[in-house]
């Protein structure tokens, strides 16, 4: 089985390759069991899309090489607490546990703000784990930003 730190460490360094290239710093890697089904970074403002996140692309890069239709049984790991649109990606894709980064405060939505998987009308429930490598995370999103606001 691979270890969670593997594929965080891949999400981290697309998310310096993100920041690298003037996008949001956030990364995503989806697994079924040892293998990597799907690597991807936020790519919002190269693709001119806001639905470009991370987690968006790598859950639909993962359907395709899964030829499923559904990721149960795949975790995702990604640097940054989903947003309420990808956590619903999560939810109607099933994965089986989600590792998050950082915690985000103002969009996340999963241990933050509407908490999407703990509402009633949420139909599936993954297993989420956050904090994996918060610090590494969290170091790299204040400096983005930082320099984005100077």
């Not at 690597?39 to 001119?48: P, V």
């Not at 980064?101 to 999407?116: P, Q, Y």
């Amino acid at each position: 089985m691979t270890e969670p730190f593997a594929p965080m460490e891949l999400a981290l360094r697309l998310a310096e390759e993100a920041a690298a290239l003037g996008e949001a710093p956030v990364g995503a890697v989806v697994v079924e069991g040892s293998r990597i089904l799907a690597a991807e970074r936020n790519r919002m403002q190269a693709l001119g899309d806001p639905t470009a996140h991370a987690e968006m692309l790598a859950i639909r890069a993962a359907l395709k090489a899964r030829g499923t239709g559904r990721l149960d049984g795949c975790d995702l790991y990604v640097t940054l607490e989903p947003c309420a649109m990808c956590a619903g990606a999560i939810a109607h894709a099933r994965l089986r546990r989600v590792y998050f980064a950082a915690e985000d405060i103002k969009a996340g939505a999963v241990e933050n703000g509407v908490r999407l998987f703990e509402q009633p009308s949420c139909h599936h429930r993954p297993e989420v784990i956050g904090g994996l490598s918060a610090a590494r995370a969290e170091v790299m999103l204040v400096e983005f930003f930082r320099k984005l606001r100077s």
